[in-house]
């Protein structure tokens, strides 16, 4: 019996998949069990976050919008998240402590 994981995060973990070689060097400095996102709506910043969050369903919602707003391509050669950085700052603090 496996673990079905929802389709959003299946999704992300293929991007990232896809990603790798376009990583190259930025990937060294991605601890084991974290990903590099890329915040921000105009100037992008790059954030590095564990993985284990991309089974919140608040970071989930940042997903689904960050499907519907740039599909598949991402620009940054990562995950790319259209949200005000300070919002992204204080979710990820809230997910910090749950």
Do not use: W
């Not at 790798?20 to 709506?41: C, T, W």
């Not at 707003?69 to 749950?98: A, K, W, Y």
């Amino acid at each position: 019996m496996g673990i079905h994981l929802p389709a959003k995060i299946f999704s992300a973990k293929q991007i990232l998949k896809r990603q790798q070689p376009l990583l190259g060097r930025n990937q060294r400095d991605v601890p084991k069990g974290h990903i590099a996102v890329y915040v921000g709506e105009c100037q992008k910043k790059r954030f590095v976050v564990p993985i284990s969050y991309v089974n919140h369903p608040l970071f989930v919602d940042l997903l689904n919008r960050s499907e519907e707003e740039f599909g598949f391509n991402h620009p940054m050669g990562g995950l790319t998240i259209p949200c005000q950085e300070d919002v992204f700052i204080d979710l990820t603090s809230r997910l910090q402590t749950s």
